[in-house]
């Protein structure tokens, strides 16, 4: 009988066409008149942000945009964007884009404010306070940022991935409109929504879960493994848009509370050293990292192969348990992501300081089975060797 404390102070805006209530959204939380608009430039160029933008002027607020950021978004970026917030005398940060637009907002809203790098906040030579109000607006379906607590960034001095992670850094409120996906490629579709896949099993199996994230995970998996294919393969498909940005949603709650765990781990040491896209590092390390853990925990992940369908109630959690490995390389296949070994710049030569970055990662101590530098070695050269 553990104990256990679960945390969500984020307010939950979900629907078809919630974006246009925006304005009044922001009004009615009263959080000054100041507005920073934090998105990328691929997010700009699909034209989502303008109509945002002048609906909120029309509203009465005074709003700036930064966009100079990169989809793994680096500290030096948080800097400019604090730059940006300061000149302009912010009140709040709204960030409308994937993760990258909604981590990089969560540390212009403490960096603005504050001062100092994200490092330094990793390192605590820095509190984090007077934090100004996050809101944020997913673009896509994956990250699961809009109601978690952490920033993922990378130091780029270092290519080391560091993570901000604090309750005060959880949005004040996350509004989900299924339409502002409907562009989203098949591509970044298929790799963002692995990382919320991700997002539900770490969080359900990590040392440090409990009983509400295991609730929402089992309900994520389930519904991200039937909505993911059909999105990938009809983007305006307003059900799947629907069901995935609600799947990536419970995945963020699961682990928001929780954590994630080694396949994280290796994900972002290899997105730190190639800027690979964080759902395809996670895709071709998953299988891999699940064979891994299921031999110390098979009733755990059986019970996994459940939720997503690949395997039956009635299968033993051996039988499971191998459905889960194949059920899974299968589903990342029909997704068309990339072996590990076909990513650009992935070099054999590098392993070394992927594990050493692995191993650093704050996330390896609440992996399911306890994970060295040798295991994760064997995980990657599994991975890169498809075997
Ligand atoms: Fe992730």
Partial sequence: MNSYGYFCNTRIEMGIGTAKQLPDLLQSLQIGSSILLVSDPGVVRAGLIAPIQTSLEAAGFRVSLFDSLSQNPRDTECLAGAKIFNENKVDAVVAIGGGSAMDTGKAIALLGPNGGTPTDYVEGRRAYTNIAPIICVPTTAGTGSEVTRSSVITEEATHRKITLKHASLRPILAV??????????????????????????????????????????????????????????????????????????????????????????????????????????????????LRFNAVVNRSMHADLARYMKFAKDSDTDQAAVEKLIVGIEAFTKALEIPNLKDLPGVREEDFPKIVELAVQNGSTPSNVRPITATDYLQILERAYLGV
Avoid: W
């Fill in 176 to 289: 989900l409109d299924p339409e502002l996906t409907l562009t989203v490629p098949p591509f970044v579709t298929a790799a963002t929504g692995v990382d919320a896949l991700v997002h539900a099993i770490e969080g359900y199996t990590c040392r440090v879960t409990n009983p509400i994230s295991q609730a929402l995970g089992a309900r994520a998996m389930e519904t991200i493994v039937s909505a993911l294919p059909i999105a990938y393969r009809d983007g305006q498909n307003q059900k799947a848009r629907y069901d995935m940005l609600e799947g990536s949603l419970l995945a963020g709650l699961c682990f928001g509370s929780a954590d994630v765990a080694a396949v994280h781990c290796l994900a972002e040491a290899l997105g730190g050293l190639y800027d690979t896209p964080h759902g395809v590092a996670n895709a071709v390390f998953l299988p891999h990292v």
